[in-house]
């Protein structure tokens, strides 16, 4: 042991820095590890520091209608202390601006919360709604964008109120909440005079319970549960919210674990090859060892000491850079979490990241490790035996490779949770890994075969070492491809789902909606909205109703039944649903026939399903639906099913009743138009508030402004991991440069011998550089365009965008990398005389 | 004849597959060497000289035959156990001298020793680069030293681990007239204070003359085992 550790530390003498430089491939996907695993745990600490704060009371009941009679009762029945709250979204109106902006609204009443603080910027504002002040507390972001200051006046319904200040924090909400709509917290009793509540308001009720030390929330909200069944109540508990975050972050940390992961692999990759020519360089060494009296073991057993010294150097600096990247993570995330995050070490996570590191870096550097023990001491006769020995079979190898496969399904299994989604993930990377592979083999061919010899020379040259032994063509297309892949990925998905979305625009279609309408608002608003001159495109009556019972069986036996049939979402829910003669321009009829008008003779009305909601319930045409249209029963049957584009902003329903039914139900509409221009959209829905102020817009503008800001946040954290990614490809590349750098160096000597210029070797390296990361990035970029349309089509199901612009420009930025970087790991080559490296490479 | 052969070669042959067939390169060679023996073995390139030396220290195996190394037959060896032999009773010299490019000159003499486990050897290391005069080197890596001086520090690793049989594979072949001599000189004498059995491959017929035999190889095959006059 003693001979073996010595052998390793003096063998290594003249090449540390090259093994060091080996190790920097894994560093970055070993700081990702370690950065994510110590944040979470970061995170995690702080849901069970704050986790009353969670949610600011004990227990949160809310319901789709006003909580009265027994229920409150109830509630008063457990002898603790109680909070109200009402929310909707509606228009707020700014005076001072002329300008309107959808909030969503919320309306308390009471001393909550009753853990953590209601914090406000200034200080106090809590205290002022809860002496029911005319005042409003609204989101910072909201008072950056419009200039408002604490003092100003905004407008709500009818009232004007005056702003208390800027919410910082909130028990009980995500600041992510935020995002889709900003807040504005106003007290109950001022509810009434603004004239936005009442019936026909999309309002959600709450009740914040504080309960006794004796009560146990989660055993109220079961016994509510029983209680009120008719009242469709949903419960949020401590406890409940603890485990729905934990679970998020869990979620989280496994998706950008993986995602590091990737970086991970792909350094062990990189360290495989750094390795291999490393061993190639040691053949000699280690065939006169074997001379001198070394056993195979012992031989392998010295380069096996330095590959773990490599992956630990490489698990030491990659955790010490996790740590560093770990204390930015909190930036990163800043107003997606619900809690403050305080920065503290987990030794756990950072022994997990360096663990998983080493055992990596340690299965790889086996790969070319194994062939030491196969070098004949012949080798130091005949250097050509090596190659015929090394090159035969080898189980070794075989059981090996098995084990990087089980490691990285093991570890893809033990960050997702889950068997299936753990070998989906380690199948995909593993066939990702082949095509890029096999793409690279592809290219390497293609380069041998098809580059025309009336090329100029130093273009020749440089496709040549695309091909000729010892090239690094697979390497690299597998690691700055994947890491282009992985990018380009998210970048496009997020182009194609927000060019869906805000395709509206420039199509003329829908683009701002006005709902809450009441039936005397309709045709006044439709005439001030032409006057605006933006007419109304679409517009739709909504009434709202819920299932009493399906083929003959209630609801209330359909949800006991065990196996649950039918979705009990589907049967609980309040539905919206709307009647009209014919189809809209989103609708498409999929099964039966959609029928414009209950005839006078059936007595079953024929109802028009939405598609998914057809499955969710396993209707079929012809089946019996009864619905309690706010206290009317009214019998139906499935007349037809349809499929409904969703992603159009356009009035769309589950249930689409035929005319002839519903006319005489209380109802409120629903209009579209399309505005031409940001002004026309701000200048129709500030007529349409300032007359009809319980009329809510909302904006597509706005919708994709949220959207954006919302995928930002949260691709710009997946991007962040993923550069860890294309980094590492860049270092394996400098890597695979430097450790080709002998053999070039000898190349180059050769040629300036024989009258090569500078400028042209410069070429020639400068060619061989460009077409590999051209080939790289265009794989890659390939790959990308590929997955997105993928994705486009069978999870988002929508059209596939995949801007050449875009496209072109990553490729563009992955070739320019990797020739700045192969420049750079090369320079030098051929700045030296020939007879300087000629000493100094024998 | 000696009674107890330090070296016994019996019907020796090797034999490499070939996309054209087998190719034999030694055949059937026998002959034995005593103790304290000198022997060159010559011919012309191809003549399967270096196989011979390979096959004779066991660092491959025969197609056929056997050879027997300080009372071991090799062929019944595994790899590690042939190791152990060299490690035991052999010390090389190579044409291209074969150093340990990342270990200074003391610690490329030393190597023999330290795989055996034994410690506290530096003074004998020592005392041997300084027979061999390189008594200023201890430090040197190889790339500082030239070539001949390359060659004595693989001259004194050859002997460090008192070796019963030295095999010598064109130990003056990279070196200039001069520095060749003294290589001679040394290894000669080296051979003779310590009594070791020398096999020595060459080209050289001068040094091959210097042997007690000259075993000369054509076509894969022992043509003639001659005893040279001894040196007046």
Redesign the interface.
């Known amino acids: 042991m003693r001979f073996i550790l010595h052998m390793a530390w003096r063998d290594s003498r003249a090449s540390r820095r090259r093994l060091f430089l080996y190790s920097l491939s894994v560093v970055l996907g070993i700081a990702a590890l370690v950065s994510i695993g110590s944040f979470s745990a970061n995170v995690s600490r702080a849901i069970d520091l704050e986790s009353k704060g969670l949610l600011g009371a004990d227990l949160f009941v809310t319901a789709p209608s006003p909580l009265a009679g027994p229920l409150l009762d109830y509630l008063a029945g457990l002898g603790g202390d109680i909070s109200r709250e009402e929310t909707f979204s509606s228009m707020l109106a700014i005076p001072s601006l002329s300008r309107v902006r959808l909030v969503q609204v919320h309306a308390i009443r009471g001393v909550f919360p009753y853990y953590g603080k209601l914090e406000t910027d200034p200080a106090g504002g809590a205290g002022l709604l809860r002496a029911g002040a005319p005042a409003v507390l609204l989101e910072p972001t909201l008072l950056a964008q419009y200039g408002l200051r604490v003092g100003d006046t905004v407008k709500l319904g009818k009232t004007l109120f005056r702003i208390a200040g800027s919410l910082r924090k909130v028990p009980g909400e995500s600041p992510g909440v935020a995002m889709m709509a900003p807040r504005a917290y106003m007290a109950l009793e001022e509810l009434a005079a603004t004239g936005l509540s009442g019936p026909g308001a999309l309002a959600r009720y709450r009740a914040m319970v504080r309960l006794p030390a004796s009560r146990d929330a989660d055993q109220v909200a079961r016994e509510m549960k029983d209680r009120f069944p008719e009242q469709r109540l949903s419960f949020e508990t401590v406890g409940e919210r603890k485990r729905n975050l934990g679970q998020a972050v869990s979620h989280l940390d496994g998706f950008l674990s993986l995602v590091g992961f990737v970086a991970l692999i792909l350094g062990g990759i990189g360290v495989a090859s750094s390795l291999h020519a490393y061993i190639s360089g040691k053949i000699a060494t280690v065939a006169v060892l074997r001379c001198l009296g070394a056993s195979a073991r012992q031989s392998f057993a010295v380069y096996l000491v330095q590959g773990l010294g490599l992956g630990l150097a490489g698990a030491l600096a990659g955790g010490i850079l996790g740590v560093a990247v770990q204390r930015a993570l909190p930036a990163l995330f800043k107003g997606m979490l619900p809690i403050d995050v305080d920065f503290f070490l987990s030794w756990p996570a950072l022994l997990r990241g360096m663990g998983a590191g080493i055992v990596i870096c340690l299965l790889f550097s086996l790969l070319p490790l194994l062939s030491v023990r196969r070098i004949p001491p012949l080798a130091a006769l005949r250097s050509a035996v090596a190659d015929r020995v090394a090159s035969g079979p080898d189980p070794w190898r075989l059981a090996i490779g098995a084990l990087i496969a089980a490691a990285v399904a093991g570890f893809a299994i033990w960050q997702t949770g889950r068997v299936a989604v753990g070998l989906g993930f380690a199948s995909m990377l593993g066939l990702g890994f082949l095509v890029l592979a096999g793409l690279g083999s592809a290219v390497a061919w293609a380069a041998r075969r098809f580059v025309p010899r009336s090329l100029p020379y130093v273009v020749r040259q440089g496709f040549g070492n695309l091909h000729r032994p010892n090239n690094r063509t697979v390497l690299l297309l597998v690691s700055l491809g994947l890491g282009t892949f992985l990018v380009l990925t998210l970048f496009l998905v997020r182009t194609t789902l927000l060019h869906e979305i805000g395709g509206a625009d420039a199509q003329g279609r829908p683009n701002l909606i006005f709902f809450d309408i009441q039936d005397d608002q309709i045709e006044p608003l439709r005439q001030e909205a032409a006057a605006a001159g933006t007419p109304i495109g679409e517009s739709a009556p909504i009434v709202t109703m819920r299932i009493t019972s399906v083929r003959g069986l209630t609801v209330e036996k359909l949800l006991k039944e065990k196996d649950a049939p039918i979705a009990a979402w589907a049967l609980r829910r309040e539905y919206r649903s709307t009647f009209r003669g014919a189809l809209s321009p989103t609708e498409k009829v999929v099964e039966g026939a959609f029928s414009g008008r209950a005839g006078a003779e059936a007595g079953l009305a024929p109802i028009s399903v939405e598609e998914g909601l057809a499955r969710d319930m396993r209707l079929h045409l012809g089946d019996e639906v009864d619905w309690d249209v706010q206290g009317v029963p009214v019998r139906t049957r499935v007349g037809s099913v349809r499929a409904v584009e969703w992603r159009r902003l356009e009035p769309n329903f589950f249930v689409v009743f035929p005319e002839g039914v519903l006319e005489g139900a209380p109802k409120t509409f629903l209009a579209a138009l399309h505005a031409g221009s940001a002004e026309q959209s701000a200048r129709v829905q500030r007529a349409v508030v300032d007359k009809f102020p319980n009329v809510t817009a909302i904006d597509l503008a706005l919708v994709v402004e949220t959207l954006d800001g919302i995928f930002s946040k949260v691709a710009f954290a997946i991007q962040f991991m993923a550069l860890f990614t294309v980094a590492t490809g860049l270092i394996v590349l400098a890597g695979a440069i430097l450790m080709g750098r002998h053999q070039r160096i000898r190349e180059t000597v050769l040629l300036r011998t024989l009258g090569a210029t500078r400028r042209q070797l410069s070429l020639i390296q400068l060619v061989e550089y460009a077409v590999l990361g051209v080939q790289a990035a265009l794989v890659g970029a390939a790959l990308a365009v590929a997955a997105n349309a993928l994705l486009a089509r069978f999870v988002f199901h929508v059209g596939a965008t995949s801007p050449l612009g875009q496209v072109a420009a990553a490729v563009a930025v992955v070739s320019l990398l990797t020739v700045a970087t192969g420049w750079a790991a090369g320079r030098g080559v051929v700045d030296h005389p020939p007879l300087e490296i000629l000493r100094q490479e024998t | 004849m000696p009674s107890q052969a330090m070296l016994r070669v019996s019907r020796l042959t090797k034999t490499y597959p070939t996309a054209a067939g087998p190719l034999t390169v030694l055949h059937e060679a026998s002959f034995e060497i005593g103790p304290g023996e000198s022997i060159a073995i010559v011919g012309p390139s191809g003549s399967g000289k ?1 196989t011979l ?2 096959l004779c ?4 195996r025969a197609s056929g035959g056997s050879v027997e190394l300080a009372g071991e037959t090799l062929d019944r060896l595994d ?2 156990g042939r ?2 032999v ?3 009773s ?1 010390g ?1 010299v ?1 044409q291209n001298f ?6 200074t000159a003391l ?1 490329n003499v030393l ?2 020793l ?4 034994e ?1 506290g050897c530096e003074p004998e290391g020592r005392a041997l680069l300084e027979r061999v005069g390189l008594g200023a080197r201890f430090d040197h890596y190889p ?1 500082q030293l030239s070539g001949g001086e390359q060659q004595r520090v693989a001259l004194a ?1 050859a002997f460090i ?1 008192t070796p019963k049989i030295l095999f010598c ?1 064109e130990p003056t072949g990279n070196l200039d007239g001069d520095t060749a001599d003294a290589m001679v000189e040394l290894v000669f004498g080296l051979n003779r204070e310590r009594g070791t059995t020398l096999v020595l491959v060459t080209h050289n017929f001068e040094l091959a003359g210097r042997c007690q035999r000259i075993l000369r190889l054509k076509g894969g095959t022992v043509v003639s085992d001659l005893r040279t006059p001894p040196a007046s």
């Open positions: 270096t030396l390979g220290a066991g660092l491959d790899e590690d190791a152990r060299r490690n035991a052999v090389f190579f074969q150093l340990i490019p990342t270990l610690e190597v023999p330290e795989l055996r486990g410690r790339v690793r681990n594979d």
